[in-house]
């Protein structure tokens, strides 16, 4: 089973993603992430929603700059790979937050 990064990694991500939704999208109050067999969850807490809005799961590939980008498709309620409008299948945090954001968030600020 894949290991999750370490902790001093998924707090720097955690800090990282929370910084740029803070940015783009006021209507977003957090982002949380969570955890699971080397894969990071990344949901949007809005400010006028009880539940998170899930956004994309991102794959640990070892480096803290690089992840692995799924959307979450909540026509279907699974994670499906996909790429970044780069081309790529990876990139950094932020861009897969923003590829995800923009598609399920409002109009960035």
């Not at 999750?4 to 910084?19: A, G, K």
């Not at 070892?62 to 409008?85: I, R």
């Not at 780069?86 to 923003?98: A, F, H, K, N």
Request: charged share 20%; glycine share 8%.
């Amino acid at each position: 089973m894949p290991k999750n990064p370490p902790e001093s990694m998924q707090r720097h991500l955690r800090n990282r993603l929370n910084v740029h939704v803070g940015t783009r999208w006021p209507q977003a109050e957090s982002v949380e992430v969570r955890f699971r067999a080397g894969f990071a969850y990344v949901a949007a807490q809005l400010k006028d929603e009880d539940e998170p809005v899930p956004l994309c799961r991102l794959r640990f590939t070892g480096a803290l700059h690089t992840w692995g980008f799924a959307l979450y498709l909540a026509s279907t309620g699974k994670y499906e790979d996909n790429f970044l409008p780069s081309g790529l299948p990876i990139g950094s945090p932020e861009d897969c937050l923003t590829s995800a954001g923009d598609l399920y968030l409002d109009t960035p600020a």
